[in-house]
């Protein structure tokens, strides 16, 4: 097993959720970022904003529990604020930078990126797990040592490929810089992982990229693009333009569903986890905190993990959750997976992000 549970300080990287664009509404009421700060309503009520990832079913879960929560709490009105993180999160540190004790939002969903980011910014407060009865059980791999925020999902990074256009299933990262796929292979914009898992594989690791930027400095022609959107990803991924890449177990699987020919595989090597966290913004008063910490406990039920899980396609982090039943064959959803994950410092990606993204830029992209 590779777990992470020797981390002290874990946070996680991936790509931002959702689309660009402002989109605010929801069943549960309507936001604008000069009005989502925390405030009490006309009648009393205790009014909290949550953030929920913005495209596909990803707002349901959101949703549903909010009003099912506000039926049974009467005292506390939940909004919702529906955006990409990577667009969310600038108005958040905005906002913070305007009037710290008035957060954009109070609380919600934040993917890797986010987290790790958020942690730096010292834009989310610590939770106290002990007054959650659901925390414990959560993967421990995704209760972190700062208590900064807790897992509720868990995508992953593995193969993706083209059923119709590859013969021979790809098994292993090298698969990806096999000559067998010269010229066949897909990334999305910047692929850390790819040339993580170039290193980790000759000798290297996060602390040491070397082997990786060799690797693909040298092996760049095994890529035919790099694509901007999903839907062009979709695209060439389908048609077989480009029949191989390495991207979400929970995109994959979607794309999947919807009748494209493709087929996900977890890596002989162990899949790289991506967690969706549960956070909570700092600059609240004590009785904000409080009703958010409620909140976040029964959204780690195994019932709403489920639910998550469901509709976001990912693994769910309460280890007592039952993974849906359309979900519950697939090899990327089995224990075997979720044990196998690869053990990955976050904070490590986050502080070299920036600078790896330029070295693909000059190093591989310009050669593609």
């Known amino acids: 097993m590779t777990g992470m549970s020797d981390i002290s300080r874990r946070r996680f990287l991936g790509t931002a959720a959702g689309a660009a664009g402002l989109a605010l509404a929801t069943a549960c009421g309507s936001v604008s970022p000069q009005s989502a700060a925390p405030s009490a309503s006309k009648g009393g009520k205790l009014t909290l904003t949550m953030f929920a990832f913005l495209g596909g079913d990803l707002g349901k879960m959101p949703k549903e529990f909010a009003k099912e929560y506000m039926a049974s709490h009467k005292n506390v009105e939940l909004k919702i604020y529906e955006q990409s993180n990577s667009v969310g999160y600038t108005k958040m540190l905005a906002q913070k930078k305007a009037a710290p004790d008035r957060p954009l939002v109070n609380f919600g969903f934040f993917n890797a990126q986010t987290s790790v980011q958020g942690a730096d ?145 977890v890596p002989k090597e162990g899949a790289i986890p991506l967690p969706v966290n549960l956070q909570a913004v700092a600059g609240q008063s004590q009785s904000q905190l409080e009703a958010i910490h409620d909140i976040i406990n029964e959204m780690l039920s195994p019932k709403w993990c489920a639910r998550w899980a469901e509709t976001s396609v990912e693994v769910p982090a309460n280890t007592k959750a039952e993974l849906p039943e359309n979900l519950a064959g697939l090899p990327a959803f089995s224990k075997a997976t979720s044990d196998g994950f690869q053990q990955i410092d976050y904070g490590i990606v986050g502080r070299n992000n920036a600078e790896w993204q330029k070295r693909w830029e000059t190093d591989v992209a310009s050669r593609i």
């Not at 010229?183 to 850390?192: E, I, R």
């Not at 979709?234 to 979607?254: E, H």
């Open 121 to 265: 910014d010292k834009m989310f407060t610590k939770l106290d797990y002990s007054a959650m009865s659901n925390a414990a059980d959560i993967d421990e791999r995704f209760r972190y040592d700062d208590g900064i925020g807790i897992g509720i999902g868990i995508d992953q990074l593995g193969l993706l490929y083209n059923k119709q256009e590859i013969s021979q299933a790809p098994g292993s990262w090298a698969d990806l810089w096999n000559h067998a796929h010269q010229g066949k292979v897909a990334f999305f914009s910047f692929p850390w992982y790819a040339v993580y898992m170039a290193a980790k594989l000759n000798g290297g690791g996060l602390e040491n990229m070397e082997p990786g930027w060799e690797l693909w400095k040298r092996e760049a022609k095994q890529i035919r693009l790099l694509v901007e959107s999903n839907p062009q990803y979709l695209n060439v991924l389908s048609n077989g333009t480009a029949p191989l890449t390495a991207y979400f177990a929970g995109t994959g699987q979607q794309w999947i569903n919807s009748g494209a020919p493709l087929t996900y595989v």
